[in-house]
């Protein structure tokens, strides 16, 4: 009976502890590692721990030398592998949650320096075990690796090699609110919803627009159809450009919303 009394005020306390155990924290909203309006395609490989994900630029400009940022804000502190993730930071952004950012070529802060989102911490580079400049990025919670998210969004399933998806960042953007939407093909744009004139494209992927307006109709053979066009910034071509909800993933007809099911504003 005594053993009986020792197991269950066993089991009691550890009941106790069960539900007197803190709730897992939420996670701060984390942006892309790379500066606004940068384009760059990522891929994971087995040989990869904790989830991470390799970044390297797809819009024309150079990855070696482009500047690393603050997914969010926090206490950064610098360090150096040389036979694994040679220069590298992380960010201890509270609440159980981490950033590291390996294979810098140079760094932008100093050991436990306070950053604020979209703070430049380093330069893309191929230090340690690297076989070419990219940035390797992770997000931990109390140690453990976390499918990657940016602005709320999930970047799973992750593709296996690069120029499959592409993430377009609106780290350290100003201005307009911006919402993030996936399309399924890479969609041509043009200077307003009414044009017929292309001016750029918007390639296939994860991508940010800013609101939208009604304009002329896109149509295919198959009956899907939309009027609604999204203000965004191209791939290729100017800035602040549209291009037809009819190229996003999901929803529908005449339907214009963003990843999580928010309608986009109005222009």
């Known amino acids: 009976m005594r053993h009986l009394r020792l197991v269950l005020v066993g089991l009691a306390a550890i009941l106790a502890g069960l539900l007197t155990a803190p709730p ?23 040989a990869e721990v904790r989830l991470a994900l390799d970044f390297v630029r797809s819009d024309g400009g150079p990855t070696a030398g482009t500047p690393v940022l603050a997914s969010a804000s926090g206490t950064a502190y610098r360090y150096y592998e040389g036979g694994g993730a040679g220069n590298y930071v992380v960010i201890d952004h509270g609440g159980g949650w981490k950033t590291y950012y390996f294979h810098l070529a140079s760094f932008g802060i100093s050991h436990g320096q306070w950053v604020s989102q979209g703070q430049q911490i380093g330069t893309t580079g191929s230090t340690g075990n ?20 940016i602005n709320g969004v999930s970047l799973a399933p992750y593709p296996g090699s690069y120029y ?3 993430l377009r960042s609106d780290n350290g953007c100003s201005g307009s609110s911006t919402y993030w ?62 291009v037809s909800a009819y190229y996003l993933s999901r929803w ?16």
């Open 24 to 46: 897992a924290q939420a996670a701060p909203t984390f942006k892309a590692p790379y500066p606004c309006g940068q384009t760059w395609t990522y891929s994971h490989h087995s």
């Open 181 to 242: 939407v996936d399309t399924f093909a890479n969609a041509p744009v043009y200077g307003s919803p009414t044009s017929t004139a292309q001016t750029g494209t918007l390639y296939a992927g994860t991508n940010y627009v800013f609101c939208k307006a009604w304009g002329r109709e896109i149509r295919d053979g198959s009956g899907n159809f939309n009027h609604w066009w999204l203000k965004t910034d191209p791939d290729v071509g100017p800035a602040n450009q549209w």
């Open 164 to 166: 499959q998806k592409y």
């Open 252 to 267: 529908g007809n005449d339907e214009a919303r963003d990843n999580n099911g928010t309608v986009i504003p109005d222009c």
């Open 130 to 149: 690297s076989s070419g400049a990219h940035i390797h990025y992770e997000q931990l919670y109390n140690g453990v690796g976390q499918t990657i998210r």
